[in-house]
């Protein structure tokens, strides 16, 4: 059974950084297509971040060169690098995985069909 337990979340001042952290059993990263995703409070969760199986790495606009997404394979981790923080990233954040591609990803909720539970950020003014 896949399970994905993120952790690293927290609460920080802006211009800080936090690393979130998305550890997986149940199938390997190296594989799949890898998310993260965040959902303010009455807002639709948000693509953040993802990577394909060749290192491929896309942002959002929102986040840009702020946000570092990587893997590490030989433990079955995705990280989210977080840094420069402002108030706006505040949110639950969420790691996805699409075990239906290894490439060519996408940055839709919809196509992720694994999810982890969140991890909370918060960042202060």
């Known amino acids: 059974q896949v399970q994905l337990v993120e952790s690293g979340g927290g609460s920080v001042q802006a211009g800080g950084s936090l690393r979130l952290s998305c550890d997986a059993s149940?199938?390997?990263?190296?594989?799949?297509?890898m998310g993260w995703f965040r959902q303010a409070p009455g807002k639709e969760r948000e693509w953040v971040a993802r990577?394909?199986?060749?290192?491929?790495?896309i942002y959002s606009y929102s986040v840009g060169d702020r946000f570092t997404i990587s893997t590490e394979n030989a433990k079955n981790t995705l990280y989210l690098q977080m840094n420069r923080l402002k108030p706006e990233d505040t949110a639950m954040y969420y790691c996805?995985?699409?075990?239906?591609?290894?490439?060519?990803?996408?940055?839709?909720?919809?196509?992720?069909?694994?999810w982890g539970q969140g991890t909370q950020v918060t960042v202060s003014s």
């Open positions: 149940g199938y390997t990263y190296s594989r799949t297509c």
């Open positions: 996805a995985a699409d075990s239906t591609r290894y490439d060519f990803c996408s940055d839709r909720s919809q196509d992720y069909n694994y």
């Open positions: 990577i394909d199986t060749h290192g491929t790495t």
